[in-house]
């Protein structure tokens, strides 16, 4: 609703001052109160994070396990997890914000964070030198404990410069590699189906051709742990989706597209689309200039506090909602 957006957006917007702290951090008062963006979260609601300045919070539901069986989720696990109080907040290392705003992210995505806090993955780890689903499994377990400050140690080891995108994708990149069975190639389907992180994290994108004399069409598959949506002819989540999966003319039009049917050079359509779903969306916002990877797009996108996909799914989809749960 419009009141939602607003608030949203006075919380991003919103200026925010640091002055030095005058007396040593005790942790939060009792009273400490957390605002849920959007209250009316049900269950029929997935999770929506988007990559770009400031955290909220998932809704604190509790699960029962049946919602998350379309998503291929192992039913023995239980996923309930209850974020029951504010989290530790996490000592800047030097330039380590950035994978700080990832690990807040991660911590309170409640499908990973409960899998995480099961220990599931650590007691059978068989994964040679460091592991990173063991060491953000030790980050959430110190992070969920505590309500104090805590170094994000478990994760800064060869770390580079990056920004926060391509540090969320590759540290997803190797939870992934680590929680496969050993001799399972990390780019099979295989371990697509297998591994937790595309569980969670993981849909399939469509990129179909069509034949624009006969509409044959040959379409392609590939898995995506996140979605980059370029902002420039965009306002909001909903119009840079749109522009996302629209058709486009191949080659301006020009007939260079070999149909199979036809057996000659044709005018063909391309359309990318989600054809999969996940369970948490993850969306990344492309604020900088493909010609000048320096120059930000400073402009505003807006989006509501829950989305539903229909308009861009190909596959089978039940309309449901992704509710916004965390921003970047
Ligand atoms: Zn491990
Ligand atoms: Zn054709």
Known sequence: TQTETQKQHDLIQRKIVFIPNTKPFKGFSNDFHIETLNPTTTSEQRQLVCVNGSTSHPPPKKHDGSEFSEFGFDPELNFGITFRRIGAGLWNLGNTCFLNSVLQCLTYTAPLAAYLQSGKHKSSCRVAGFCALCAIQNHVSRALQSTGIISPKDLVGNLRQEDAHEYMVNLLESMHKCCLPSGVPSESPGAFEKSLVHKIFGGRLRSQVKCSQCSFSSNKFDPFLDLSLEILKANSLQKALANFTASELLDGGEKQYHCQRCKQKVQALKQLTIHKAPYVLAIHLKRFY?????????????????????PFVSGSYVSKQWSFFSYM
Do not use: T
């Open 290 to 310: 493909a010609y000048d990877p320096h120059k930000k797009i400073k402009k505003n996108v807006e989006f509501d506090s829950a989305l539903d996909l229909k």
